[in-house]
C-alpha cells in the first residue's frame, strides 16, 4: 500500500531533515492503522531520540497529526485505518516561539 | 468526517481544543481570527492611532501574530501603525536562519523592520558568550539581554506597545513554573496581559487565550511560512519540564490550559506576602527586582 508521510515544525529534524517520504507499506493480514504505521515509522524512518517522537503507542504530546489535511482527533487517532494513497502530515508544535 | 459544528454544510478540518467544536477550514479561519479580535476589544488592549511594535522572531507565534493583528487592524479598522521588531541574539544557525524569515513578513506584510543586535547593544553576540563562559544558565541571561534588548527597540521606534506571541500554552507553562519555584511576584504578574516592563512601554499579549495547537494549525492552513528550529545552546530546562507535564495534560484534557490561567488570574496575593520591589541594577542603571540585575550578575 502506498501512502505519504510528512514531517513539519521541527520533526523533520529527526528524520534527517527530510519533510516528504513515499511510503510502501509491507501486506499484512490486519488492516494498517496509525499505531501499526508509528511502529513502522520508528524502525525504519526514524534517524535519532525517539522519545521526542513517541510515548506510550502515540506521538509524543505536542505532536500534531493531520490525515489528508485533516485533524486526527476527528478520526479516531491512532486507530484510523490507513487508505491507499493517504497523506499523514506530522507537525512538531514544540519548537522556538 | 464529522460535519462542521457551524453547520455551513462542509466536512470539519479539525476539533478544537477549547470547545470540542469541530469545524471547517473557513469557520476555523473566522473563529480563530474573531477570539483575537474579542480578546483585544474586551481588555482596550490598544488606543486608537496608536504605534505598535510587534516582536518578531520568525516562529509560528509571532509569525501568525503579525499576519492577525494586520488582518484586523484592516477589518476592523484599529488605526494601528504596526512594525516588526527582531533581537539578533547572535547566534549562527539559528537566529540568522530565523531572522531570513522576518523579512520574508516584512516583504510579505509590508511592515517596517528594526533588528537591534547583542553585538550592538552589549558589544556581545551570543555566541561569543558562549565560547567564553561555557554552557550554564545560557538561557537565563540570554532572555534578560532580549527583555532589555526588546525595550530600548521599542524606545528606539518611539512606539505605544510591544506585542508579543505569547500563547495561552505559554502562559499556563509559567503560572506552573512560578508555583513551582514559589515566585509570587512574578506568579502575581505574569497572566497579565498587559504589563509595564517599567520604563513606560506596554507589554501586550493579543494570543494569551490562543492554544498553540490552534496557532499551527491556522500557520499550516493558511501556508504562513516560519521558521522551527530549537536554539543551539542548551534549552531551558526547567521550563522544559513545565512544559512536558503540561502537554501530558492537555492529553488528558484541553481545558487544563485555560483553568490554569484562569487560576492564575484569580489568584490573590497576601499583603503580608514578601514582595520584591522594582529598583535600578547598581551596575547598568536598568530595572531589576535584585541589587544587581541577572544580566550583570
Redesign the interface.
Do not use: N
Given at each position: 500500500m502506498h501512502i505519504t508521510v510528512e514531517f513539519?515544525?521541527?520533526a523533520e529534524?529527526l528524520f534527517d531533515n527530510k519533510k516528504s517520504h513515499d511510503v510502501t507499506l509491507p501486506e499484512k493480514d490486519k488492516e494498517w492503522i496509525i499505531k501499526d504505521l508509528l511502529i513502522w515509522i520508528k524502525d525504519n524512518l526514524l534517524k535519532e531520540r525517539p522519545e521526542l517522537f513517541l510515548q506510550d503507542e502515540s506521538v509524543?504530546?505536542?505532536i500534531?497529526v493531520?490525515i489528508n489535511?485533516?485533524?486526527w482527533?476527528?478520526?479516531d487517532t491512532v486507530n484510523y485505518v490507513i487508505q491507499e494513497n493517504d497523506r499523514i502530515l506530522f507537525?512538531?508544535?514544540?519548537?522556538?516561539? | 468526517m464529522p460535519p462542521c459544528s457551524a453547520q455551513c454544510g462542509k466536512n470539519a478540518i479539525l476539533k478544537r481544543p477549547k470547545t470540542g467544536d469541530t469545524l471547517c477550514k473557513e469557520c476555523f479561519f473566522e473563529a480563530f481570527e474573531n477570539e483575537i479580535h474579542f480578546t483585544i476589544t474586551r481588555a482596550k488592549l490598544f488606543k486608537p492611532g496608536s504605534k505598535v511594535a510587534i516582536a518578531a522572531s520568525g516562529g509560528k507565534d509571532s509569525t501568525v501574530l503579525a499576519y492577525v493583528m494586520k488582518l484586523l487592524n484592516e477589518k476592523y479598522d484599529y488605526k494601528l501603525d504596526l512594525v516588526l521588531l527582531s533581537i539578533d541574539e547572535g547566534i549562527t544557525g539559528y537566529r540568522d536562519d530565523s531572522l531570513d524569515t522576518v523579512k520574508q513578513n516584512r516583504d510579505d506584510y509590508g511592515m517596517p523592520l528594526k533588528i537591534m543586535s547583542y553585538k550592538d547593544l552589549y558589544g556581545w553576540t551570543m555566541d561569543e558568550i558562549v565560547a567564553e563562559i561555557g554552557r550554564k544558565n545560557n538561557c537565563t541571561f540570554c532572555g534578560v539581554f532580549r527583555r532589555q534588548a526588546l525595550d530600548r527597540g521599542a524606545a528606539l521606534l518611539n512606539v505605544d506597545y510591544l506585542a508579543t506571541g505569547h500563547n495561552a500554552d505559554d502562559i499556563a507553562e509559567t503560572v506552573l513554573m512560578n508555583i513551582l519555584r514559589g515566585d509570587l511576584a512574578r506568579l502575581s504578574r505574569c497572566t497579565s496581559i498587559i504589563t509595564d516592563s517599567g520604563d513606560g512601554i506596554p507589554r501586550v499579549k493579543p494570543l494569551k487565550y490562543t492554544y498553540e495547537k490552534e496557532i499551527v494549525m491556522y500557520a499550516y492552513f493558511r501556508k504562513l511560512v516560519y521558521f522551527s528550529t530549537e536554539c543551539v545552546f542548551a534549552p531551558n530546562a526547567y521550563r522544559g519540564h513545565a512544559r512536558v507535564l503540561l502537554k501530558d495534560l492537555e492529553k488528558i484534557d484541553p481545558a487544563v490550559i485555560m483553568n490554569i490561567i484562569q487560576s492564575g488570574e484569580s489568584l490573590k496575593i497576601n499583603e503580608n506576602a514578601n514582595m520584591p520591589t522594582l529598583q535600578k541594577c547598581t551596575r547598568c542603571g536598568y530595572v531589576s527586582s535584585q541589587d544587581v540585575c541577572k544580566a550583570c550578575e
Open positions: 513539519g515544525g521541527g529534524l509524543r504530546p505536542g500534531l493531520l489535511d485533516a485533524d482527533e476527528l478520526m507537525i512538531s508544535t514544540l519548537h522556538g516561539g | -
